[in-house]
């Protein structure tokens, strides 16, 4: 049996990974649920993550505290979105890409 052996190259490797959390048509119904859950979710980590530090260090953790406002009006921007789109009786088309890079 013949060991492996690997092949050093002076190119970059390949550092990014892209995944699809959401790739599909929805109805109306099923995009805000699917949707507003991943908010809700990324809300109450960002109030879970600032009340740890509030309790550990007795300060907000400042990137919680800029996040929590961005992403709830995100969130109803985008029920809104949906809303339109369910009053016109049209499929909601979604596309969540997830990249993760080293650096």
């Known amino acids: 049996m013949k060991p ?3 092949k050093n190259t002076k190119t970059k490797a390949k550092t990014d990974n892209t995944f699809f959390l959401i790739k ?4 109306p119904e099923d995009a ?3 949707l507003s859950k991943i908010y809700t979710f990324k ?3 960002h109030n879970l ?3 740890r530090s509030l309790e550990r260090f ?3 953790d400042e990137n919680s505290q800029k996040r ?3 992403l709830k009006s995100d969130k109803a921007t985008i029920e809104e979105l949906i809303d339109q ?3 016109k009786d049209q499929k909601i088309k979604i596309n969540a890409e997830i990249t993760i890079s080293f650096f």
């Open 43 to 45: 809300i109450n980590y």
């Open 32 to 34: 805000k649920e699917i």
């Open 4 to 6: 492996s052996t690997i």
């Open 49 to 51: 993550n600032n009340w």
């Open 58 to 60: 007795g300060v907000d």
């Open 68 to 70: 929590i406002p961005k």
């Open 85 to 87: 789109g369910k009053a």
């Open 24 to 27: 599909g048509v929805f109805s």
